[in-house]
């Protein structure tokens, strides 16, 4: 008999941290009745229309492989959406392919780049994944830190302050999950000039772009100089709510896809054709669904912010993605502190920023893809929590 099991994992694996999201959400299913601005999933069920093409192609028998990068019919049409949406062209033949959600072009794209030491800087606060994957593909981690009063857009002088020589690649995600930071092209500009001044690869995940509420949404892949070393990754999860479809896509020079696409014929091999042609669906006639998802958003936004802020919980104004980031330094309690006595006391469950890394200290997040009078029954039970709290005292 075995005494041991562990000793059979790997070390690398054995020093990642769990998902600092799914460990409070452990907390969280013990409790009953609690309203959850926790995990970041759509509340809208995928649009029929788009769910009719999945069963259509089953219907008719479409239930095999696909090319591993993908259908070249969903091919075209992402280079098509691109090239209209974000003024970057890519040749569906060999500068697309098409992944198991936005998460797996993010894996390929590291495997394929990161040799053993490779610095890939990512900035701060962000999703609970990026520094793992970089780690589990051998390279380093660094972190860029993003602040509140730069509404958590990476500044030049916090990129420059953790570029050495072993750097090669900087992770974008604009607008940022879980800040709904995003950065005008003014912005991006100055990173570009940063990213070509030190010849760095960009991997840009801009899974959360159709959902900017105020300006114009840039992908650093359209600046000029920048298509040649940036890998421009989307996805269907967040903006056409199809979560559970699990399809993605990368764009990038030929070179860099077709690494990416040899561990892709080696691992996953294909996308599911269903979800491929849920997503062809989407892309063709998926704009009117996703504008309407977007103003209800808006709305959503706009109230959690307000309360937030009028309870005390200072909060920028998010322009893009479904969160809310609030300060709770005001309260004396730590992120994780101010989150478990929240589901404790008033049943109501959002997100330390710890876990999305060390720089999420002092805030929660709040997703308002939630429907908004379970937002409103949210806000007050964390205001009568604030209220408990400055009574205490």
Same mark, same amino acid.
Do not use: C, W
């Given at each position: 008999?075995?005494?041991? %099991?562990?000793?059979?994992?790997?070390?690398?694996?054995?020093?990642? %941290?769990?998902s600092g999201i799914r460990d409070f959400f452990d907390l969280v299913q013990g409790v009953k009745g609690v309203i959850s601005l926790g995990i970041g999933e759509p509340d809208f069920v995928t649009p029929w229309h788009i769910r009719e093409a999945a069963i259509y192609g089953l219907e008719h028998g479409h239930t095999s492989y696909t090319a591993n990068l993908g259908l070249f019919r969903l091919r075209e049409e992402i280079s098509r959406y691109v090239e209209k949406n974000y003024k970057v062209s890519y040749n569906p033949a060999n500068e697309i392919l098409v992944s198991v959600g936005v998460s797996e072009a993010m894996d390929l794209a590291l495997r394929a780049t990161i040799n053993r030491d490779d610095e890939f800087i990512y900035h701060e606060p962000c999703y609970v994944s990026y520094s793992p994957s970089i780690a589990m593909a051998a390279g380093h981690p660094v972190a860029a830190e993003c602040r509140a009063e730069t509404k958590f857009a990476v500044t030049p002088e916090a990129l420059e302050s953790v570029i050495t020589e072993k750097t090669k690649a900087l992770i974008l995600n604009f607008p940022t999950n879980p800040t709904g930071g995003t950065m005008t092209r003014e912005e991006l500009v100055k990173i570009a000039e940063i990213v070509k001044k030190h010849d760095l690869l960009v991997i840009s995940d801009e899974i959360y772009s159709e959902l900017t509420f105020e300006g114009e949404h840039i992908s650093i892949a359209s600046l000029p100089g920048m298509k040649e070393r940036t890998l421009f990754l989307h996805g269907f999860s967040k903006a056409f709510a199809m979560t559970g479809f699990r399809i993605g896509y990368a764009c990038g020079p030929s070179e860099i896809i077709e690494a990416m696409n040899k561990i892709h014929q080696y691992s996953m091999l294909c996308a599911g054709i269903a979800s491929q042609e849920a997503a062809i669906e989407a892309l063709r006639h998926g704009e009117a669904d996703?504008?309407?998802?977007?103003d209800q958003y808006r709305i959503r936004r706009n109230y959690i912010v307000n309360a937030l802020n009028e309870m005390g919980l200072t909060c920028h104004l998010p322009r893009? *993605?479904?969160?809310?980031? %609030?300060? &709770?330094?005001?309260?004396?309690? *730590? *992120?994780?502190?101010?989150a478990q006595r929240l589901v404790r006391e008033k049943k109501v469950a959002c997100i330390p920023g710890t876990a999305f890394g060390p720089c999420g200290e002092g805030f929660v997040r709040c997703c308002f893809a939630t429907a908004l009078d379970q937002i409103e029954a949210a806000m007050e039970? &964390?205001?009568?929590?604030?209220?408990?709290?400055?009574g205490s005292c």
């Open positions: 008999m075995v005494q041991n %099991p562990s000793r059979y994992v790997a070390d690398h694996v054995k020093k990642l %941290p769990h996703m504008m309407e998802m977007r893009g *993605s479904f969160y809310a980031f %609030p300060s &709770i330094a005001s309260t004396g309690l *730590s *992120s994780n502190e101010f039970r &964390i205001s009568d929590f604030l209220k408990d709290l400055r």
